[in-house]
């Protein structure tokens, strides 16, 4: 079993800048995927970004590219997400997510459902 833990949300004004950072219990390298979604009231979790073998790979939604960038420490077992230029549209809960199964042909990891551990969540508010 993995537990995941994010840290480093909170209230911020429009173009700020925050990084948030998601620590693992046990090893998450190698062959894990890891990934951030979020999520507002009544809509479905939302893809943001994923890496795998190791951050060699890296996935981003649309709506982040070139303002989101998502790293990782392996060997703090950390995954991060830096987030700049933050606007309204970004406030949500924001999740990690972690599968060990990182490299399997045909798994689309910008899909919630390819997950099988996530961290508690950390609120992100954009204030304009």
């Known amino acids: 079993q993995v537990q995941l833990v994010e840290s480093g949300g909170g209230l911020v004004q429009v173009g700020d800048s925050l990084r948030l950072s998601c620590a693992a219990s046990g090893r998450t390298s190698g062959s894990w995927a890891m990934g951030w979604f979020h999520q507002v009231p009544g809509k479905e979790r939302e893809f943001v970004a994923a890496?795998?073998?190791?951050?060699?790979?890296?996935y981003y939604a649309d709506s982040v590219k070139g303002r989101f960038t998502i790293s990782r420490d392996n060997a703090k077992d950390t995954l991060y997400l830096q987030m700049n230029s933050l606007n309204p549209d970004d406030t949500a809960v924001y999740y990690c997510?972690?599968?060990?199964?990182?490299?399997?042909?045909?798994?689309?990891?910008?899909?919630?459902?390819?997950?099988?551990?996530w961290g508690q969540g950390t609120q992100v508010t954009v204030s304009s």
């Open positions: 997510a972690a599968v060990q199964r990182g490299n399997q042909a045909g798994t689309d990891y910008t899909r919630f459902t390819s997950y099988d551990y």
């Open positions: 890496l795998r073998r190791s951050g060699a790979i890296t």
